[in-house]
């Protein structure tokens, strides 16, 4: 089975599900072409282009995430075909790009756009509920104990960086997959690749966002750190997928040790299984659409 490779996360995931699906949907594709993609190929990719999205070879499953912000496990009652068929997309935004959402901060017009075209073209109707479920707590690995050696306490203002940035001139061309930041350079926010994680300027709440994909379940904050944090995580991991085209994508160490190791030695943290309350995406129908 094919699975996406996340070049730069930005996904609220489950503490913004319910954010996420109230906000006003109003943004919409002026136009946009679906084909089904029968290649076999393992490039699959979401790209933000400067009036739209280009999607190549995703399956239907990937695409609800997307639209929704949610992790894959808040996703139910899916029939088998929305992960097996995969699809190519060409869609343009009315009015043209807008602003990316912040990490953490929910669904952008990219987002929201996508939701009445999955309604429209695949007929995708959904409800929420609540469910409990398999969690992790991430806690400290010892009780009372301090960060690991690769955990600081952020110095980065990362308000004053993201002002100063606003004010440069935009970026030339389409936008294409981030550029991995320089070692030591001033870096806010998090960037997942395969066995590699780098967070900056960011309370640990953003951590579990980033490990609900990692791990395939709700992981919920329980150190009791606040402030914000800077570290580069690296443990062991296969690389999933091929990435999209120009994208700068470190290679996995294969001696590095595994996630659940990596957080104890590297962060001082520890997943601790436990069960909770989900916020899940229910299923109630959908179909393959009627391609262009």
């Known amino acids: 089975m094919r699975k996406l490779l996340v070049v730069l996360v930005i996904v609220g ?18 136009v946009a072409t679906i084909k089904q993609n029968k290649s076999n190929d393992g490039g699959q990719f979401i790209r933000r282009t400067v009036t739209g999205l280009t999607v190549t070879n995703m399956p239907l499953r990937q695409l609800i ?3 929704y912000q949610i992790a894959q496990f808040q996703l139910v009652g899916a029939p088998p075909w929305i992960e097996s068929d995969h699809f190519d997309m060409v869609a343009k935004l009315e009015g043209g790009r807008p602003t990316e959402a912040a990490p953490g901060q929910g669904a952008d017009a990219m987002m929201l756009a996508m939701r009445p075209l999955l309604a429209d073209r695949f007929k995708l109707k959904t409800h929420r509920e609540t469910r409990e479920m398999d969690i992790f707590a ?6 009372g104990g301090s960060p690991g050696p690769q955990l600081k306490q952020s110095t ?3 308000q ?3 002002a100063s940035r606003r004010g440069g001139p935009p970026p030339a061309g389409p936008p294409g997959p981030p550029p991995v930041p320089a070692a030591g350079a001033p870096f806010c926010g998090v960037m997942g690749f395969p066995g590699r994680i780098r967070f900056g300027g960011l309370p640990i709440t953003q951590l579990t966002q980033m490990l609900n994909g990692q791990t395939g379940r709700m992981v919920v904050d329980r150190t009791g750190l606040t402030g914000n944090w800077d570290f580069e995580l690296t443990f062991a991991a296969e690389q999933r997928g091929q990435p999209p085209p120009g994208a700068n994508i470190p290679a996995p160490d294969p001696d590095a040790p595994s996630l659940f190791t990596a957080l104890q030695e590297q962060l001082g943290l520890r997943l601790e299984s436990t069960k909770g309350a989900v916020d899940v995406l229910v299923i109630d129908n959908v179909e393959h659409p009627t391609e262009d």
């Open 138 to 143: 991430l806690v400290m690995a010892k009780p």
């Open 13 to 30: 995931a489950v503490t913004a599900v319910a954010r996420g699906l109230a906000q006003d949907a109003s943004p919409s594709f002026e």
């Open 65 to 67: 995430v997307f639209a």
């Open 156 to 158: 980065t203002d990362c």
């Open 160 to 162: 004053a960086l993201a």
